[in-house]
DNA sequence: CGGGGAATTGACGTGCCTCAAAACCAGTGG
DNA sequence: CCACTGGTTTTGAGGCACGTCAATTCCCCG
């Protein structure tokens, strides 16, 4: 390997050249603090698929950032069974929930070939204390996970099935969409179990529900490759705006029973 | 009201001597930042029963520590829903999911009569950004709201009913313990409703399994006031330590019907 | 003592889970 | 090129935990 090479690995790696930059950095950020980011953050040997990136109970050193490909996280009880708390796509922190107890509290295993960034704890509070603003950016990210647990939370309390599966779709869309993807065709990573399992139905419940969603003509499937084929439709049966629709007028229940 | 009087009020709402102070400050924090901490510790009026702290939609001006009582925020669908998030005790700090879009994303309602803390969004960033350790904190803080919604999520995904039913009281009996309350008297400040709302059960199911835990001789319940009589067999209906249980031997299931 | 919200209790219905089996697909080796 | 294997996904039949509806009962409070 020649020097050119390494130089040119070195700067791809690098945050200056990232095109998640602004994803995991704060918006106004000069050249000087840049350079200084660069100096904390490696990357990591690549994950394959099902391949760990930390487990619940390991001391926290680092958080991580996904680069390519998807993570998703969960936590095990006592029996072993899993409850999957997110998927994180390029771009997207993977962590924070152990900055409390300086331990990992869930799982983080890779859904696909997939590329991190690895910054340890210190040397980013380290840098948060004297970059302006970055300690702000943390706080926001943190808040920001927050938010997106309550938006789970909502999904698997306060939703039918069908309902769920349309926002998780719908949802996809957006954030792979928000990535430069085409909004209509989501690459599914993650099985039809770790689906089941972060809407809270059975296996059985999600497939019948994607051939439901395919019979309506709302979607079509094949396998892991889904095509939105009319948004408008997902965007009513997710209950996301409910314009006068008729037919399904189900009463809406403090505590239904999907929830 | 006398000067004396004045000070006196002063006094005991300053952070030096409350008593609650090892909850929302770091643990080693010496005079000189305690005092500084006190002069940007505002006392709000206290709030009456069902009287909201903050809205969700508002900009985000402060954070808020519950003093006395107890407060449950929630966001509401487009049909007016209501799904709790979470209800707040006596030390804990209310509004965090607010930084990360500057606005409030739920309601803050107060459960009984209670008095709150506050502290200015902007000088609370200004003292983290000062005292060693205390930008730390906030994102331990946030960390472990993070950890108490994955808590709730499994709660409400993974247990049945009666399960539910039994965690929460568990969890519920604990932090008021931490609190310096018996453990065994749980005076609960929230309505059925509330509680079945939070646990993503009918009310009707809250009420029988409340019966039912009665009938089991592991609780009494006479309307808001909980005893808990038996806390091994709380535990062990609650899944937290199964304990070669013998009588429920339920199939764990990927999703259960219930969440 | 009477009004009204909160909580309880009972009868019944159903959305989703469970169990079971078949179909599909990717990878491997003959 | 195709049969073989194992995991994933789909499809069908039946059951149950919890929701829904409806009617009391219980308190709190004026």
């Known amino acids: 390997m020649t020097l050119v090479q390494l130089d040119l690995a070195q700067i ?13 950095l704060p918006a106004p950020i000069d050249a000087a603090d840049l350079s200084r980011l660069d100096a904390l953050v490696r990357a990591r040997r690549p994950l394959k ?9 390991a001391p ?16 095990e009880d006592k029996e072993g069974e899993a409850q999957i708390l997110g998927f994180h796509l390029p771009g997207e922190l993977v ?3 152990a900055l409390a107890e300086d331990a990992h509290q869930c799982h983080a295993v890779a859904l696909e070939h997939t590329t991190i960034c ?7 509070l380290d840098v948060a204390s004297q970059i302006p603003g970055f300690q702000r950016h943390l706080l926001r990210l943190q808040s920001r996970e927050l938010v997106r647990d309550h938006e789970h939370l909502v999904l698997t309390s306060r939703l039918q099935a069908l309902e769920r599966v349309a926002a998780f779709l719908l949802a996809l869309s957006r954030r792979y969409h928000h990535l430069g993807h085409p909004e209509n065709r989501i690459q599914l990573s993650m099985a039809r179990s770790d689906i089941a399992n972060y809407l809270s139905l059975a296996i059985e419940t999600v497939s019948r529900l994607f051939g439901k969603l395919s019979d309506m003509k709302v979607i079509s499937v094949r396998r892991r490759m889904v095509h939105v ?5 997902l965007h009513e049966l997710a209950r996301e705006h409910h314009q006068g629709d008729a037919e399904h007028a189900y009463p809406i229940n403090a505590g239904n029973q999907a929830g």
């Open 60 to 75: 926290l050193r680092s958080l991580f950032v996904v680069r390519s490909g998807s993570v998703k996280t969960f936590v």
């Open 12 to 24: 791809k790696r690098s945050c200056s050249a990232c095109s998640l930059r602004h994803l995991c």
């Open 49 to 57: 698929t099902g391949e760990s990136l930390y487990l619940a109970g």
């Open 95 to 97: 962590g924070l929930d």
């Open 229 to 233: 084929l009319d948004f408008s439709k």
């Open 118 to 124: 690895e910054v340890t704890v210190p040397q980013l």
